[in-house]
């Protein structure tokens, strides 16, 4: 039998209309198990900037196949306690513009970093306060949702971005689902491409110090995830090889970077995942997405 579901959005800031939380809870996991199940918290992607990519849509095709597919429902969704997925406020896209004199603020796009991280951070700290999930929760993020999920665990953000962060357990695994994980090095591969720059720029501004300061797989030592994140125990870096938007460099840096955190030890592990199809298919038709989720729940109950 189906689970029975019940779905809610929450604001969790006042100052924009994208700064809210989708929240599934899938009620078939106090029955069967002896554990309280994990809560899966979903990061979207878009370059920090793409209105088309929403908190919902990353959300519903995955939590469909979780939730109807045979292939789940008897091993991976008795194991997820909530399904939650982040919106938060977006930087100005050319292709979809808007005109400041006629939009209000509550929805103008106009983020530029810290506020995507911010957003993150007030999200979770909403999470915890109305739920108490403590870190018995896997974040996964997609493309720069990756980009997030990673940041909320470095220390050098989690310290400036936000006053509450001390008290906002890190999770207990992060999936990055052909994720960004050092700017520059995504611009100098793609240097053919000004999309790159554009986005990059639109986001963080033209300082590249600061993109290297906001690359999780650049900031090393204690600033770093190692230093953000002593709780951790998985990693699951996610990657298709038809992939065209983000090349594989990416994973193998993060791949790289992550061996200073694996060596604090405490069973702390890597687990490289290969998906199938293009950039956004993982998300937009939900099949490679549940995959990933299945494949990192299982190697958190190991």
Known sequence: TAPKMSTQTFHYGTDHDLQTVTVTTLNNTTTNTNTTGYWVILIHGGAWRDPTQTALSYLTPTLTTLTTSP???????????????????????????????????????????????????SALSFLQTKYAIGENYLLVGHSCGATLAFQSVMRNLRAHYSTSTASI?????????????????LRDTHRDVSAYQEFIEGAFGRDEGVWDAVSPAVVAGEEGVGGGWKAGRVVVLAYSGEDGLVDEGQREGMRVALGEWV???GGKRVELFDMRGEHDDAWSEGGELARGIAFAIEKLRE
């Open 263 to 265: 060596a604090l030890r």
């Open 169 to 185: 357990p890190a999770p207990v695994g992060i999936l990055g689902m052909a994720g960004i994980y050092d700017l520059k090095r």
């Open 71 to 121: 292939r789940y429902t008897t091993t991976t969704t008795p194991y997820i306690h909530s399904i939650a997925s982040i919106s938060y406020r977006l930087s100005a896209h050319p292709s979809h513009p808007q005109d400041p004199s006629t939009t209000p603020p509550s929805h103008l796009r106009t983020a530029t970093h810290p506020d995507h991280i911010t957003d993150i951070i």
